[in-house]
């Protein structure tokens, strides 16, 4: 078994992206010469040096997965890449620019009617933590609020197979991009966003974070796999780390999470990386069945704040 200084140890010998969020997220110091170093060392400089010379990554916006600028963008900003990096900005331009639809959502590609909400989350959360211009939000922002469902969250079918239930997956994409968009912030319909989230919150909380709200089964097992990256795929860790990140209060619901989650913790206290989402990939940051300093990382920070030993 592994003390906390050995793991803290274990987890600095890591990427430069992971010492930054161990420094802020364990040990309450702000490093942010680490923060700096994201961009010319390790993953984020691999990422960067993968764009290519249209100023896309991939085949463009959101072709294949794993490898379009849509999930490499989404990659750096959770490994908190400095948020003025020119390279992401010149991206993010031509995003907004070429990826608007006539719904005003995000759309990844031009044949396509309607934008898709889960693609909508994901997206406002990298455009609000590289800090694009409000006004190029407010049309997104629309979009995303005349999507919510009548039980408070949100599904990327409801508006192109007409879904009457909400999904786990598109609601937590959703409850991260107005995360982002209050922290960086944003104000044009702050008031009704904030509203949405909550409401959304509860729907999550409502199904105990994995289970139906009807039956209490199980809804799909792949939601108690802890992987990384999350992609949209919900999991219940993302869930947590979600719901300490936005620093909100524990609730009895989230209990069968965290016993799941405490239960995958090895003898020596780490956690694994249980699996990688199937796709092409840039190169892999982690190995699947190995020890996962993200999820160790993810999970001790959520713990913490929980106050769960």
């Known amino acids: 078994m592994l003390s906390q200084d050995q793991i803290i140890d274990w987890l600095l010998s890591g990427d430069v992206s992971i010492q930054f969020q161990v420094y802020r997220d364990l040990l309450d110091i702000e490093r942010p010469d680490l923060r700096s170093r994201i961009e010319k060392e390790g993953w984020g400089a691999r990422f960067l040096a993968l ?125 991260e991009g107005i995360l982002e968009y209050e922290k960086n912030g944003y104000k044009y319909r702050l008031g009704e966003l904030l509203k949405a989230a909550e409401e959304a919150r509860e729907f999550i909380l409502q199904h105990r974070l994995y289970r139906s709200d009807k039956t209490g089964e199980i809804i799909d097992r792949k939601m108690l796999i802890l992987s990384w990256p999350s992609r949209w795929r919900y999991d219940i860790l993302r869930a947590l780390d979600y719901f300490q990140s936005a620093r909100i209060k524990y609730d009895e619901r989230m209990n069968d999470a965290i016993k799941v989650i405490l239960k995958k913790r090895r003898k020596d206290n780490i956690w694994n990386l249980q699996a990688n989402h199937p796709g092409q990939v840039h190169f892999e940051m982690e190995t699947a069945g190995r020890p996962g300093r993200l999820n160790t990382l993810r999970a001790l920070r959520v713990f913490r704040y929980f106050n769960v030993v």
């Open 51 to 175: 764009r290519n010379n249209n100023g896309h990554w991939g085949r463009g916006f959101y072709q294949p997965k794993w490898t379009s600028s849509h999930y490499t963008l989404l990659d750096l900003k959770n490994l908190y890449i400095t948020p003025d990096c020119e390279p992401i900005k010149e991206t993010l331009d031509i995003v907004l620019r070429d990826h608007k639809g006539k719904d005003g959502g995000i759309n990844p590609g031009k044949t396509l009617e309607n934008s898709d909400v889960c693609v909508n989350g994901m997206a406002l959360t990298y455009l609000c933590y590289f800090r694009m211009p409000e006004d190029a939000l407010k049309s997104i922002v629309d979009f995303v609020l005349s999507q919510q469902m009548n039980d408070g969250g949100f599904n990327c079918e409801s508006n192109m197979r007409g879904a009457r239930h909400s999904s786990l997956h598109t609601t937590i994409s959703i409850l």
